[in-house]
């Protein structure tokens, strides 16, 4: 029996291996890396220059897009998942399946897209033009509120799919007895339903926030690379400046702020839940 149960954990720690190798040389080595670039003089030589107003400026833009982009995503996303959930009955499985269509298709188609339709002569444009509602095409492209639509429109599903799955086990039973307790819809959606999915809710506004944060295809793009951004800033010192040891140290720095950020926000929604659970 022994000798059984020592080969089944033998067998297990095995078919671990290969996620503990690709952990290691993907993962680790690129951070260990990361870390012997930017401090290759022994010295914090690589930062100071980071300390500045420019830098400082776009590290707060990155920052600023990426919480709005996950907030309008959430905003978005919750109903959708709560509908898919709770609401869609026998069409879940479709709602589902329309769901994950974007994720089979390359990121960059869905980029050029949505180039084809902000240009000048695109669909947006056509549509108001033979509806009479402007006279010239509107400039749509290379503006921030371009780049910003964009990534919702990239985002919003990896907001849903977290959320849906939180509010997969919910017992709709709760909801009948919110209901005879008196409560109102929403007493019975903040109270009830918001601190039983807030895990899904955690994730996807990570899942979010962590690539919208330092995107760097979107603002090349759809941006024309007019209003830099933290994942523009590291492409242009890694690859254009050729300086890889301050393109390693911006690194570290926006991954230090990302971090204390996410442990503000995941503390703001710890109190959130626990506000409202101590409310019923």
């Not at 030589?45 to 996950?70: D, H, N, Q, W």
């Not at 929403?186 to 009830?192: D, K, S, V």
């Not at 040891?245 to 204390?260: E, K, M, N, Q, Y």
Request: glycine share 8%; with cysteine; charged share 10%.
């Amino acid at each position: 029996m022994n000798l059984r149960k020592t080969f089944l954990e033998q067998i297990a720690f095995l078919f671990g291996m290969p996620a503990i190798v690709w952990q290691v040389l993907f993962v680790y080595l690129p951070l260990f890396f990361i870390l012997f670039l930017s401090f290759r003089n022994g010295s914090f030589e690589y930062f100071v220059p980071f300390f500045t107003g420019v830098y400082i400026g776009v590290i707060l833009r990155s920052l600023i897009f990426g919480l709005c982009t996950a907030l309008l995503c959430l905003v978005i996303a919750f109903p959708v998942a709560y509908w898919i959930a709770l609401c869609s009955g026998r069409w879940k499985n479709l709602l589902l399946f329309l769901l994950f269509i974007p994720f089979w298709t390359n990121f960059l188609l869905h980029i050029y897209a949505w180039m084809f339709v902000m240009d000048r002569h695109g669909i947006i444009n056509t549509v108001l033009g033979r509806l009479g509602l402007i006279h010239e095409p509107i400039h749509f492209l290379y503006t921030s509120v371009a780049v910003f639509v964009v990534m919702v429109y990239c985002y919003t599903p990896f907001m849903v799919l977290p959320i849906y799955t939180s509010l997969e086990k919910f017992d709709v039973r709760l909801h009948e007895a919110s209901s005879d307790l008196g409560a109102t819809w929403w007493q019975t959606l903040w109270r009830i339903v918001v601190p039983l999915s807030l895990p899904g809710i955690r994730s996807g506004f990570f899942l979010v926030l962590v690539p919208a944060f330092g995107e760097f295809v979107i603002p090349e793009l759809i941006g024309g690379d007019k209003v830099m951004f933290v994942g523009s800033v590291v492409a242009y010192l890694t690859l254009h400046a050729k300086t890889a040891s301050a393109g390693a140290a911006f690194t570290i720095l926006v991954s230090l702020v990302l971090v204390a950020v996410m442990g503000l926000v995941s503390l703001v929604m710890g109190r959130i839940g626990r506000g409202s659970v101590s409310k019923r």
